[in-house]
């Protein structure tokens, strides 16, 4: 009874990410809230896909303090994902997805703790000494997911969150599911914490 009611909490606290664009069940909202929240100080949070903000905002509700840093083109590239490019460019259309971003996390009051990095991921890994939280949620593609944590997850401290979207079991053709069950779960370097819905996260040892 009493968890339910944090969770509800919560919940409410989070509310208006529902409003913003994207793909994000209550569980996983809760799941990157969680993992954001328990970060230290002037924490590092970086996540690889914003799209419009939802899960940006959600993290940012969690963060105590530190910064965001979302990485992202915002121009619907599927990257090595081509099952996927049809769908980001219908949701696209015609809209600036940077300034509908940067406008979601203004008007949510949320924007003056995200530093937007456009650009794709293999760009800046070497603008981070250490990480404190690693939210994976871009190119899907084998290659692709891959290629996200081999650059990034090395920079994740002791303690440290890895998170994916879209682990799904069966679905071992999914980037997130190759790397969970190939380089994740048989590392020495990372813990199991916890699944809600196809956010799968693990703790760096």
Same mark, same amino acid.
């Given at each position: ?20 664009d ?27 896909g914003s799209? =419009? ?8 509700? $969690? +963060? ?5 840093? #979302? *990485?992202?083109?915002?121009?619907a ?15 696209k ?5 940077l300034?509908?971003?940067k406008q ?9 703790k ?8 293999? =760009? ?8 404190? $939280? +690693? ?5 899907? #593609? *084998? ?15 002791s ?32 813990t ?14």
């Open positions: 009874m009493f968890q339910r009611l944090i969770t509800k909490s919560i919940l409410n606290k989070i509310k208006d990410y529902r409003h913003l994207g793909w994000l069940s209550d569980q996983e909202a809760l799941g990157l809230y969680h993992i954001a929240r328990q970060l230290p100080g002037n924490a590092v949070m970086v996540e690889i799209w =419009q903000g939802k899960s940006a905002y959600c993290l940012c509700k $969690g +963060l105590r303090s530190g910064k965001v840093y #979302s *990485i992202d083109p915002f121009n590239d599927a990257c090595m994902d081509e099952d996927n490019i049809a769908t980001y460019r219908d949701k259309g015609d809209r600036d997805l300034a509908q971003f979601n996390l203004d008007r949510l009051h949320v924007l003056d995200v530093v937007i990095k456009q650009g794709y991921s293999y =760009q800046f890994p070497q603008e981070f000494d250490k990480i404190h $939280g +690693l939210f994976i949620d871009g190119d899907h #593609s *084998i290659e692709g997911c891959r290629q996200d944590f081999e650059l990034y997850a090395p920079k994740l401290i303690g440290g969150f890895l998170a994916f979207h879209d682990y799904y079991a069966h679905r071992d053709e999914l980037g997130p599911t190759y790397v969970i069950k190939n380089l994740v779960t048989p590392s020495a370097g990372f199991f914490y916890g699944q809600y819905d196809s956010l799968w996260i693990a703790r760096k040892r």
